[in-house]
DNA sequence: AGGTGATATAAGCTATCGCTAATATATATG
DNA sequence: CATATATATTAGCGATAGCTTATATCACCT
């Protein structure tokens, strides 16, 4: 799946939110999940499983619990494409600038 | 439509890559994507204007034609959400780094 | 081993998304 | 005005995402 699919649904952004914050058991979770959705322990665990096979979320086994902490590396994808994006129109507005700063040398007096 | 919901498509995404280089005529649009994911003309006007109500895409009527340019409003949203969870985890990494810091200091001889 | 709590997986249903085909609108041009 | 060109909109269809319910797995405790 890809980067932008996984952080495209709301119940997947608020998971990301809490486990940055920090590392969380499933289970609290899926507390927060369930009372803020009202959706069941099997929908947030099949949410929690997309997110650690995009590379946003990490597990760390403690007992019979699954801790999750966040994984900056999903989210590396997603930046870069956004930087790149914004590097195009950079570009193109300090064109502009330069265009209206010529337009302002000659249209004026001195 | 959410924003991340907006860049969660591939055609889109493309689109927006296009129209971040310069403007370009609705037509010239459709042209590189019908070519690159095979899909009709109404398809990608479709997208066009999920794009214009999300705040991604501008238009510019030139006659006939529409000319499509790229609109940062849409991403303000989509990068403050990244920074704001990145501000998380770095919070939360600084915490660490004086923990291991104070390990060091206390574990050490001197 | 059996029981219990914590989490994951599987099967199936429904709503929604993105597509096509057809049609509508808008602007130039003869 | 008629026709052509450029783009947008609508209706309807198929695929898929995300849910529920039921079940499986795993770790701990007795």
């Known amino acids: 799946m890809q980067a932008f699919d996984v952080l ?3 119940v997947r952004r608020r998971t990301l ?3 940055a ?3 969380l058991a499933s289970g609290a979770i899926v507390n927060v999940i369930e009372a803020e959705f ?4 099997s929908a947030v665990s099949q949410h929690l499983r ?3 096979d ?3 979320a990490r597990v760390r086994k403690e007992g019979a619990k699954r801790c999750y902490s966040i994984d900056p590396t999903g989210f590396e994808d997603v930046q870069a494409w956004l930087d790149q994006l914004r590097r195009y129109w950079c570009v193109k507005m ?3 600038m330069i265009e209206i700063e010529r337009g302002k040398r000659s ?3 001195s």
Do not use: N, T, V, Y
């Open 54 to 56: 995009a590379g946003f």
């Open 94 to 96: 300090e064109a502009l």
């Open 8 to 10: 495209s649904d709301p």
């Open 38 to 41: 009202g959706i069941s322990q």
């Open 17 to 19: 939110e809490l486990i």
């Open 107 to 109: 249209g004026k007096k």
């Open 50 to 52: 997309i997110l650690r």
């Open 21 to 23: 914050q920090k590392e």
